[in-house]
C-alpha cells in the first residue's frame, strides 16, 4: 500500500517567510511556488543520489535534477572528492589559476570544431557574450533566435520578447526579431525582411517537445546545416546553445553528435554536475575579438566575472567529464530514458488515455503532456498529475531527466507512481481536475500579469 505523503507544515512556514525576503521566493522563477502544486515541497534540505529531501523530512525521487544540471546525480563521490581537493587550496587569486588552462583544453577536447573557450556562471552570461560578440564581428544590431522556444536569457534582448517584458525599453526590444523553430522559410523571411541586419542567429538545437506546430518537414539536423548556411550566405554568425543539450543528447552534445559547424556555441546546466559553471566555444576569428593580443584594433569587452573561473567550479567540470568519458554516462541515461518512455507509454495505452497523456519520445528528457478534450494543454490536469506524482514520493514537473544515479529501482518507482496517477487524472476527465486538485494550478514562467 502506497504511503501518501501528505505533511507539508514546514513548507507552508517556509511559504509564509521567504517571499518577504527574496521577490518571487526563490533565485530562478521555474522554482517559484507559482510553479508547483500547493500540496508541494516548498524547500529542499539535501539530496543524494536520485534522492532529495524537503524541510518536512519527506523524501521524492527526483526527476528534473536541479533543473537538468545535476547530470550524475546529487553529492556524487567523484566530483565532491576533486571539489574537495581544491577548497582547500583556496578557490579565487589575484591572477588565473593553473586549472583554468587545464579546463579549458579539457573542453575543447571535447569540442573540435571550436578554437577558443571563456567561462562564466551561469547560462545568461554566455548567450549574452556570444550576441555581444556576433554583434561585433558583423557590425550589425539585430539577434534572431525562434519565438516559440522557451528560454535563452534574463537579459534585455531575449526577455524583451518575452510575455513579461516590463523595464525592457522598446527600442531595446526592437533589436530582437523572431522566427519559427525549425523552418527555414520562416527565417529565410527573417534575413529578406531585415538585409544586412541580422547579426547572428541562435537556437537550440534540439527540444524534447517541438510545440510549435510548424510542420517539421525537414530532420532538426538537417534543419540546422541549412540554417547555418543560411545566416553565412547573409554575412551572419550562428549560435547553437546546447545549455539544455550539452551532455544529455550526446557527449558533449548536438554539435559534435552531429558534426555542426557554428561560429559559437554556449554550455551549461549539466556540465558540472549542478556546480555554477557554463562555457561560451566558437572559432578563434570570433572569439579572439575578446582578447588582447591584436594591438591596435578595437577592445571588446566580452566576459569578465570575478568568480567565472573559480577553482572548485572548474574542479567539478573536469571531473564531470572525466565520469561521462570514463563510463558511458549518456549511453546509461539513454537507456534509461528508453525504459521510461516505453513503460509509461505502455501504462497509458492500457487506460485507454493516449488522446489526453502524451508520451513524447525523447530518450535524453521524456516529456509528457496533459490535454483537455479538445486537445489543448491543460494546466489543471497538468497540476494535478504533478500534486499526485508528488504524493507518491516522486517530485515531478512534467519531465524525467535520466541521470547517472537513477537506475532500476528508481525506474521502478516513477513507472507505479506514474501508473497510479494516471488512475486519478482519468476519474478527472470525466468529473472535472477541480474535484481533486488541491489549490490553483502552476502557471506559465513568461506571463503578463501575476
Not at 245 to 265: Q, R, V
Not at 267 to 279: E, L, P, Q, R, V
Not at 288 to 309: N, Q
Request: charged share 20%; hydrophobic share 40%.
Amino acid at each position: 500500500m502506497t504511503n501518501f505523503i501528505t505533511n507539508f507544515e514546514k513548507s507552508r512556514a517556509y511559504r509564509a517567510r521567504v517571499h518577504d525576503v527574496i521577490p518571487g521566493g526563490a533565485h530562478t522563477y521555474s522554482k517559484g511556488d507559482d510553479q508547483f502544486p500547493e500540496l508541494a515541497p516548498a524547500a529542499m534540505t539535501h539530496g543524494l543520489g536520485a534522492y532529495v529531501w524537503d524541510v518536512d523530512g519527506n523524501r521524492y525521487l527526483d526527476c528534473s535534477m536541479g533543473l537538468t544540471s545535476v547530470s550524475l546525480g546529487h553529492a556524487y563521490p567523484a566530483v565532491l572528492d576533486r571539489v574537495r581537493g581544491e577548497l582547500g587550496r583556496g578557490v579565487n587569486f589575484q591572477r588565473p589559476s593553473v586549472l583554468e588552462l587545464e579546463t579549458a583544453e579539457a573542453f575543447l577536447d571535447l569540442v573540435p570544431q571550436h578554437d577558443m573557450v571563456k567561462f562564466a556562471k551561469n547560462g545568461s552570461t554566455v548567450t549574452t557574450a556570444a550576441v555581444k560578440l556576433a554583434r561585433a564581428k558583423t557590425g550589425r544590431p539585430l539577434v534572431a533566435f525562434p519565438g516559440n522556444h522557451p528560454f535563452y536569457s534574463y537579459d534585455d534582448w531575449f526577455i524583451g520578447k518575452a510575455a513579461c517584458a516590463r523595464g525592457v525599453p522598446e527600442e531595446i526590444s526592437a533589436l530582437s526579431v523572431t522566427f519559427d523553430g525549425c523552418s527555414l522559410s520562416s527565417l529565410r523571411a527573417l534575413f529578406e525582411k531585415y538585409p544586412d541586419q541580422v547579426a547572428c542567429v541562435i537556437t537550440e538545437p534540439e527540444r524534447s517537445t517541438c510545440g510549435h506546430g510548424c510542420g517539421c518537414t525537414s530532420s532538426a539536423t538537417d534543419f540546422l546545416r541549412s540554417a547555418i548556411e543560411l545566416a553565412h550566405a547573409h554575412g551572419a554568425l550562428f549560435i547553437l546553445d546546447e545549455m539544455v543539450t550539452g551532455f544529455k543528447s550526446a557527449f558533449p552534445g548536438t554539435m559534435t553528435k552531429e558534426d555542426l559547424h557554428p561560429d559559437m556555441a554556449t554550455w551549461g546546466k549539466g556540465i558540472a554536475n549542478g556546480f555554477s559553471f557554463c562555457a561560451l566555444t566558437g572559432k578563434r576569428d570570433v572569439m579572439e575579438l575578446g582578447g588582447i593580443r591584436d594591438k591596435g584594433s578595437e577592445k571588446v569587452f566580452l566576459i569578465s566575472t570575478t568568480h567565472g573561473a573559480e577553482t572548485h567550479a572548474m574542479a567539478a567540470a573536469v571531473a564531470t567529464i572525466e565520469e561521462f568519458r570514463d563510463k558511458d554516462v549518456v549511453g546509461h541515461n539513454h537507456r534509461l530514458g528508453r525504459e521510461v518512455l516505453a513503460r509509461c507509454q505502455a501504462s497509458v495505452r492500457e487506460r485507454g488515455l493516449e488522446a489526453s497523456v502524451k508520451v513524447v519520445p525523447c530518450p535524453w528528457m521524456p516529456t509528457f503532456l496533459f490535454l483537455d478534450g479538445s486537445g489543448a494543454a491543460s494546466p489543471g490536469l497538468r497540476t494535478l498529475f504533478m500534486q499526485e506524482m508528488i504524493r507518491r514520493g516522486v517530485l515531478f514537473q512534467g519531465i524525467f531527466v535520466p541521470s547517472y544515479s537513477h537506475g532500476e529501482a528508481e525506474l521502478a518507482v516513477f513507472v507505479d507512481a506514474f501508473g497510479a496517477s494516471l488512475d486519478v487524472h482519468g476519474r478527472a476527465l470525466t468529473d472535472g481536475w477541480e474535484r481533486h486538485l488541491t489549490g490553483a494550478p502552476a502557471e506559465p514562467v513568461f506571463r503578463r500579469l501575476i
